[in-house]
């Protein structure tokens, strides 16, 4: 029982407190969003930022041979911010533009970030809702990939995929401005590697992300369902079905 001495729980108790902050003096128990994570997530993530600007100007490339113009292709780039469903967009590009198979596909690559987002909720169940949905605006594979380092590090640092995010906007808008203006000079990006950079930046994050023994089980399940599902099935629903398949093993592992 608390006694008169005691100091309200619900009330600040520091400058840092009562400011929202998130430096050194904040109470190393809470979540907190402000600038220290903000900037830590920016600086975390500009290496890996500047690598996916490459994958950028290959959308770039593909959006310019697609017949897109370099205010559009910037455009989709600063609003959509999600370079599979990008490029799928401009795969499919057509005359007439067939939005049923645009949006279908785009859905199945998606819907991955529900469970993504759902893994963060340590950091999210502290924050207020415009700190959550800025946030998650900005969420990427990559920074979500960063995020959870820092949040499986003890961080409290709420404000890190926000800053984190920030950083990958930018460098793939700028990308992306870059390759629509090298448009046909560039040619075939594949045959620089660039579409393999993606791929790239997420194998340095998997070792990153390994945790013994006991990350064995879930990467495994999803391996063989994403194999097996893209053998089976048309489109990217591999994509989803075997982070689904993963998420599933997690759950019954923590609940038995």
Do not use: K
């Not at 001495?5 to 109470?27: H, L």
């Amino acid at each position: 029982m608390a006694t008169d001495t005691e100091p309200d729980a619900a009330a600040p108790t520091t400058a840092s407190d009562a400011t929202g902050g998130d430096g050194p003096d904040s109470d190393p128990g809470r979540v907190t969003f402000g600038w220290d994570g903000l900037r830590a997530g920016f600086l975390a993530c500009l290496p890996v930022a500047v690598g996916v600007g490459g994958y950028g100007v290959a959308f770039g490339v593909l959006a310019n041979q697609a017949g897109l113009s370099l205010a559009e292709a910037a455009l989709m780039s600063m609003t959509v911010f999600a370079g599979a469903s990008q490029i799928i967009a401009v795969e499919l590009w057509a005359d007439p533009l067939p939005i049923a198979a645009i949006v279908a596909t785009t859905f199945a690559v998606n819907v991955r970030y529900a469970l993504m987002g759902a893994a963060l909720q340590s950091w999210f169940r502290h924050l207020s809702p415009g700190e959550i949905y800025s946030s998650l605006v900005l969420m990427a594979d990559e920074n979500w990939a960063l995020s959870m380092q820092e949040l499986a590090s003890g961080s409290r640092r709420g404000a890190f995929l926000l800053g984190s995010g920030i950083a990958l906007w930018l460098c793939w808008v700028a990308s992306t401005v870059l390759g629509v203006l090298a448009g046909e000079s560039v040619g075939d990006p594949a045959r620089y590697g660039v579409d393999f950079i993606l791929a790239a930046v997420f194998v340095a994050l998997a070792v990153e992300l390994w945790d013994g023994r006991s990350t064995l089980a879930p990467w495994l399940v999803a391996l063989a369902t994403s194999v097996l599902a893209a053998t089976v099935l048309p489109g990217q629903w591999y994509i989803p079905l075997g982070g689904f398949a993963a998420a599933v093993v997690e759950v019954v592992r923590h609940d038995g």
